[in-house]
Structures are given as structure tokens and as C-alpha cells.
């Protein structure tokens, strides 16, 4: 059971993918892990994928697994000798070509880059360290003034600012890996560089209702369209990499709050993700800016943070987790944490789901409940209880492991797998039995709320919330 409500989301790699330090990682603090699909063989991650329902089986908790797809990835092609300069001022010459480039002429395999850049849009090369502004296209070439100056490289990665391109979130690769996560029953399929909710749209005819879909906002097209792809999407994670090189540095942390709020105000949970603690990839504690990066992620209301490279390659993963955990665990001891939640607007449906999970805030202060337990069997319910920010505990009833696995990543959810009772008596009898245990831990004497639909079994039916106490 853990101390505090916020989840935390740790990136698998070379340094934290065998068993024993999974489970290690686990067990000071991680309630999701991250695949890397941009690294790593499949039979790399299944293994991963096998390691992590071990721990689940074994420990009772349920945990969430995200397939994070790499995404289209655009990068300029191979120099004569390796590299060139780009010398502030200069003009240069962009074309569509397999053949190296030379000094003033750069090659690229990406038509879609040629048919969508005008004048004035702009090209950032290696994240961001070079910058060229387009100043014509003859749909031939581009010519373009070097803005800042440097060293380009063969194969840097390049990021296109001020222009959407004609160009799917999924590439033939995402497509193989997106078959193989499926069959390896992951929870959530994270899709890089989404433009527009059509991605998200064209992505769920392939993965239909098998996994939720996690939308990267990590360019500035996908934070104009924010409001229609944050609904066709399951969740959303601030992708702050990719997003601070296309946006200007100073709009990242104002972007950042507004997919927070955007999220939760439609329910669905939302990470914040890069560079969090980055320091401790090599260093045993990370900075204080870094401690207050996270906090302030937690204040703003995210479900969870997550750790890239920390725990991927870093040297000190599981105290990184720890730290992590700490950290989080300090902002929501502070009453001010609470208070900003009553200060938020929730727009809510006419619906009894809604009407239940409103009531429940209310209730919890008022009645000093310590838990509120809901049956579920899609989650759904229990996800609009999550955005209302209850302070006590949220337990999730369900028979099923995928919506258990998949709330594990939701704010304040402890799922636990049980069966649904055959009635209403069956069920407060079923409550005296669970509030006891380790995954509960309720008190005799301690206040609860039960939601439930009834009759039991039929999704969409939460419909009853019932006020009791643990004997």
C-alpha cells in the first residue's frame, strides 16, 4: 500500500531490466514501467513483460505496463566526411536525396518535410542545437538562412516548427511493434509525435479496446488540436523533450499545466515525463531544481511523473525511484496541495457516474471517510472519482486483471482483483472482509463509501453509493 497518491512511471533498460531489479525498483516505489520501443529487441521486452507479471502475481499489486512506439523520427542524411558547418548567415540549399550532402547542401529522405515547409517556417537539427529558417520552396529544394550556427552531424534528428506534416503518428515499424506489444497483454500503447486526433483515430482501429491509448504531446500542432485528440485518447503524458525544442523554452512549463488541467478536467489520466531527475543518470541525488521540477508537477495535479533515463541506463535507478517517492510523498503532506483541488472547476455530465463521484469530495470531508471502495468492471467509474482528487483513499473492486492493471496508473487507485458480489448484502459483507487487508488496510471504527451498479456484472451501471463503517 502505498503513502501517497501519485503514481510513478519507470523506464525499463539495460540498467533496471533484470528480474531482481524490477522487482527491486517495484518495491521502493514504481507502480507503472515504461517499454522503450525506440531501444531494445522484442524478445528484450517480452522478457521485461514476463518479469513484470511475475512481480504482480507475487506481491498482489497490480501494475501497469506502457509500449511506448517510437514514432516517426525525421533526420537529415550522411555528409562527405561525416559532418558539415552551418555558419551563421549562410544560406543553404535542403533536398530530397539518398547522396551525401556537402558544405552548403543538405540531404534528407523525407518528401513529406519538402511538401509542407513554407517561407518563414523553421528547421531545428540535433534537439535543437542548430536552427534554419526556410526561405523558399520550388518543391525541389529548400533554401534556408542558418539562424544558429554549428556542427551538423550525419543522421541528426530534425524538428520541423510552425508547420503540420502530411504524415502518420505511425510508421511501418510502430505498426510491427504495436502488433507484438498487443500480444504480449500490455496496458497501454503510448503513440509518439500525435498531430491531430486522427492519429489517435486511425491507432485505435488497430488496437481497438485491447489497450488505452497514452497520446505524447510533444509538438506544437498537438497542443493546438489539444482539445480533440485528449478526447478520443485514454490518456495523455507531457512529452517534454521533443515539446521543448518546438515550442520556446518559456511556454513548456505553461503548456505543461494546461494538458494537466485539460486532462483531468475530461478524466483521464495525465504524466509528466523528461528530464526529471535526470542529474541522477550519473549522480547519487538530483538537484534541487529538480526536486522542485517534480513537486511542482504533483501540485499542478498529475497522476503521475515519470523517470527516463534514470532508470533505463542511469547508475543509481532504484534511488532515483526512492527520491521520486519522497519527493512526492512531501507535496501532499502539505495542506496547500489539498486546497488547490477545491479551487478547480470540474465540468461534470448529467450522468449517475458523475453524480456519484462529484458527491463523493463532499462526503469524504464532511464524514471524515477514510476510503471510498468502487465495484467496477471497466474502470470507468473509479477514473471519475480519480479527476475529483478525494482526500482519502480510492480502492478499486474489479474482477477483472486488465482494469486492475490499467488503474494502477491512475491518481489515488489501489486496484485490487476480487469478484463482484451476487447482491447487496453479499457486497457490505464483501467490504468487512477486504477492508482489512494488506492491499486495504482499514481501521475498525473507519468511515467508508462503497459505489457499485447493481445489478452486479454489467458496465455502465454505477448506480448506488452507500455510506458505512468497518467493524
Known amino acids: 500500500m502505498r503513502n501517497r497518491s501519485a503514481k510513478i512511471l519507470a523506464t525499463v533498460g539495460p540498467a ?14 514504481v507502480d507503472a514501467f515504461r517499454l522503450n520501443f525506440s531501444h531494445g529487441s522484442h524478445d528484450d521486452h517480452a522478457r521485461s513483460v514476463k518479469a513484470i507479471r511475475d512481480i504482480q502475481k507475487t506481491s498482489g499489486n497490480p501494475i501497469t505496463i506502457v509500449a511506448d512506439m517510437q514514432g516517426p523520427k525525421l533526420r537529415c542524411g550522411e555528409f562527405e566526411g561525416g559532418q558539415i558547418e552551418l555558419r551563421y548567415g549562410d544560406t543553404v540549399e535542403i533536398i530530397k536525396s539518398t547522396d551525401h550532402g556537402k558544405d552548403g547542401v543538405i540531404t534528407m529522405p523525407h518528401q513529406e518535410l519538402m511538401d509542407a515547409m513554407e517561407e518563414g517556417h523553421v528547421l531545428k537539427f540535433d534537439d535543437g542545437k542548430l536552427m534554419v529558417t526556410i526561405l523558399s520552396n520550388d518543391g525541389k529544394s529548400l533554401k534556408a538562412r542558418v539562424d544558429v550556427p554549428g556542427i551538423l552531424k550525419n543522421k541528426k534528428g530534425i524538428n520541423v516548427i510552425g508547420a503540420v506534416l502530411p504524415m502518420s503518428a505511425m510508421t511501418k515499424k510502430d505498426r510491427i511493434d504495436m502488433a507484438f506489444a498487443l500480444t504480449q497483454d500490455v496496458d497501454y500503447i503510448a503513440l509518439s509525435f500525435v498531430q491531430t486526433a486522427q492519429d489517435v483515430i486511425d491507432a485505435r482501429k488497430i488496437i481497438g479496446d485491447k489497450a488505452g491509448i497514452i ?56 504524466i509528466v515525463a523528461t528530464h526529471m531527475l535526470e542529474s541522477m543518470i550519473d549522480a547519487p541525488t538530483p538537484t534541487r531544481a529538480e526536486a522542485s521540477d517534480v513537486a511542482t508537477a504533483i501540485y ?34 502539505d495542506p496547500e496541495y489539498w486546497k488547490y483541488f477545491k479551487q478547480v472547476d470540474l465540468p461534470h455530465e448529467a450522468t449517475p457516474e458523475d453524480a456519484i463521484s462529484q458527491s463523493v469530495r463532499g462526503i469524504v470531508e464532511t464524514l471524515n471517510c477514510k476510503a471510498v471502495l468502487g465495484y467496477t468492471l471497466t474502470g470507468s467509474t473509479v477514473q471519475r472519482i480519480s479527476r475529483e482528487r478525494p482526500p482519502c483513499k480510492i480502492i478499486c473492486l474489479t474482477p477483472r486483471q486488465t482494469t486492475a492493471s490499467r488503474l494502477a ?30 492491499r486495504v488496510s482499514l481501521k475498525t471504527g473507519d468511515k467508508v463509501m462503497v459505489t457499485a451498479g447493481i445489478p452486479f456484472g454489467r458496465p455502465g451501471t454505477t448506480n448506488t453509493l452507500k455510506i458505512t463503517t468497518i467493524e
Open 300 to 333: 499542478q495535479g498529475a497522476d503521475a511523473v515519470m523517470l527516463s533515463a534514470e532508470t533505463a541506463v542511469g547508475r543509481h535507478p532504484a534511488t532515483a525511484v526512492a527520491i521520486m517517492d519522497r519527493i512526492i510523498g512531501a507535496a501532499e503532506s
Open 409 to 438: 496508473l491512475s491518481w489515488g487507485v489501489t486496484p485490487v482483483v476480487t469478484r463482484d458480489p451476487t447482491d447487496f448484502e453479499a457486497m457490505l459483507i464483501n467490504i468487512q472482509g477486504l477492508a482489512k487487508s494488506d
Open 16 to 29: 533496471s531490466a533484470a528480474p531482481d531489479t524490477l522487482r527491486l525498483l517495484h518495491d521502493v516505489g
Open 215 to 270: 497520446v505524447k504531446i510533444e509538438k506544437p500542432s498537438a497542443v493546438e488540436f489539444l482539445d480533440d485528440i485528449l478526447k478520443v485518447a485514454d490518456a495523455a503524458m507531457v512529452a517534454r523533450g521533443d515539446l521543448g525544442v518546438e515550442l520556446p523554452l518559456e511556454q513548456v512549463p505553461v503548456v505543461q499545466r494546461q494538458i494537466i488541467r485539460k486532462a483531468r478536467a475530461l478524466g483521464k489520466p495525465v
